[in-house]
């Protein structure tokens, strides 16, 4: 679920409240919890200290030197002119000065609850890499994928809303854009599309629920499809990178719409609904992960960040 309300709180109980530009910091936004590992806590330590020293050199930067964080800035914002729409490059790189400006030492993170964070501590992100997004909604916004593109990644995104896909493929075009709804079953449904198409979903059960009277602008007829054929029509790789599913109320079953032996992702993504952190197997989609060789190393609100253990045995957070 992307959205959420106001609740005054402690610092750990209270939700995120999401800027306007959808994003959040985990350095300086409340709502940010999950299961913190010694190793995670030594990285974020590490990249305080860094943050601290370098912001008393020079405001803004990432580095101790002035000179070559400059030459990294104007990099970044070549970088950015190539990969993007010209509008959204020049929208980009100025929000992205004015943050590192006004917010030294906050840590940019696209994703909402910063996960792309923590996923981050179990990825190779110096190569190049490969990433499947379903339910990828928008190209940058609420993106668990799009910090990766940025950083040279591909990947298959799918959404069932054809406008959004339409949207992503224009802004995003290293990437295999499919507008599919998937299901474990193959079989006609309606998609309720939500005003902000943040929480659209197939389920008529989860919008009812979750989705505020008189939100749904419209429903569109769409025959669902599995996940390893579209993996297979497009080409993915047995094993990848990064799985990130977030189809609001039906993601238990676009995970069993494939097989985890024939696709392996070092790395899944997933909203994870009625968690008991005392208790945590209880919860079908953790159960079922965890029974099928992946480790639950962290929650961040709703999403549930999952490693597996052949390729990350020796790490500290999975032991």
Known sequence: MRAQRSNPGSRLERPLEMPNRRRCSPRTQPGLWHRTF??????????????????????????SKPVLNLAHKIRRARYLWQELPASVAIREILWEFAHKMLRP?????????????????????????????????????????????????????????????????KWRTRDTVVSAAISNDVRTAHLNIEASTLMSSISDAFTSDMVPSGRVVSRLEIQTQRLDEIM?????????????????????????????????PAVILIE????????????????????????????????????????????PASA
């Not at 940058?140 to 949207?167: H, K, Q, V």
Request: proline share 4%.
């Open 105 to 169: 030492g906050a840590v940019v993170s696209y994703s909402q609850f910063a996960e792309t964070h923590i996923a981050k501590g179990f990825l190779d992100i110096n190569k190049i890499g490969y990433y499947v997004d379903v339910g990828c909604n928008h190209p940058m916004w609420n993106s668990n994928t799009y910090e990766f593109y940025l950083r040279g990644w591909r990947g298959l995104a799918i959404d069932a809303n054809p406008a959004c896909t339409r949207t992503f493929a």
């Open 38 to 63: 010694a190793i995670d806590a030594r990285n974020r330590s590490a990249q305080g200290r860094r943050a601290r020293s370098a912001t008393s050199a020079f405001p803004g930067s990432i580095g």
């Open 232 to 264: 297979r029509a497009n080409g993915v790789p047995a094993t990848f990178d990064l799985l990130s599913i977030d189809v609001e109320g039906v993601d238990e079953d676009a995970l069993k719409s494939f097989s985890l032996e024939e696709y392996r």
């Open 272 to 315: 994870v609904h009625g968690i008991d952190l005392l208790r945590p197997a209880e919860q079908p989609v953790v159960g079922y992960l965890t029974s099928n060789g992946y480790e639950f190393v962290s929650l961040c609100r709703f999403t549930g960040v999952f490693v597996d253990r052949r390729n990350f045995a020796d790490h």
